[in-house]
T-cell receptor, first 111, second 112 residues
């Protein structure tokens, strides 16, 4: 069974600082997703990472994938308040044909 | 524009009642899913369907039922057997099972 662990689960950071959210998964996966959720809202797709070494960037967010380490990271550069949200990763289990979500990382960016 | 629509946005249920949450998509996606989210928690899979007239239980199916009579629709019924139904319910669809989800805007269910 594929398990996905995110850490930290809660992150409070100051504007302008950098930080990384980690997403570990337990078995082979060939596709890793990152989503953003604002309070009370739905999930918005941010990135899909398809291969080892894949890196994608959008604004102050950069996601990467290391399939050998079974690890994806979401790096936040020079955080701003608008990035405050909950971020989920999800790993696709090829054998089961479904994706498994992590518990989410709630990010709060303070002035 | 293609998308996935959930209704209602807010729903109140009395003790002992069954309620049905609607999920409709016009993306021509084969697979559809229902997730439950509790405050400060991740997503837990209730049911999913890969094709019309077929569906499978997820991790927390007890107290819930679904149907998939049309490709576009995947309604979720929260039965009286679900003892703690207050939560945020998210419906999603994907062109193939497990890949590239599109989420609806969610239904917040409260027991009164």
């Amino acid at each position: 069974e594929l398990k996905v662990e995110q850490n930290p689960l809660f992150l409070s950071m100051q504007e302008g600082k950098n930080y990384t959210i980690y997403c570990n998964y337990s078995t082979t996966s060939d596709r890793l997703y990152w989503y953003r959720q604002d309070p009370g809202k739905s999930l918005e797709s941010l990135f899909v990472l398809l291969s080892n070494g894949a890196v994608k960037q959008e604004g102050r967010l950069m996601a990467s994938l290391d399939t050998k380490a079974r690890l994806s990271t979401l790096h936040i550069t020079a955080a701003v308040h608008d990035l405050s949200a909950t971020y989920f990763c999800a790993a696709y289990n090829t054998n089961a044909g479904k994706s498994t979500f992590g518990d989410g990382t709630t990010l709060t960016v303070k002035p | 524009d293609g998308g996935i629509t959930q209704s209602p946005k807010y729903l109140f249920r009395k003790e002992g009642q069954n309620v049905t949450l609607s999920c409709e998509q016009n993306l021509n996606h084969d697979a559809m899913y229902w997730y439950r989210q509790d405050p400060g928690q991740g997503l837990r899979l209730i049911y999913y369907s890969q094709i019309v007239n077929d569906f499978q239980k997820g991790d927390i199916a007890e107290g819930y039922s679904v149907s998939r009579e049309k490709k576009e629709s995947f309604p979720l019924t929260v039965t009286s057997a679900q003892k703690n139904p207050t939560a945020f319910y998210l419906c999603a669809s994907s062109i193939r099972t497990g890949l590239d989800y599109t989420f609806g805007s969610g239904t917040r269910l409260t027991v009164v």
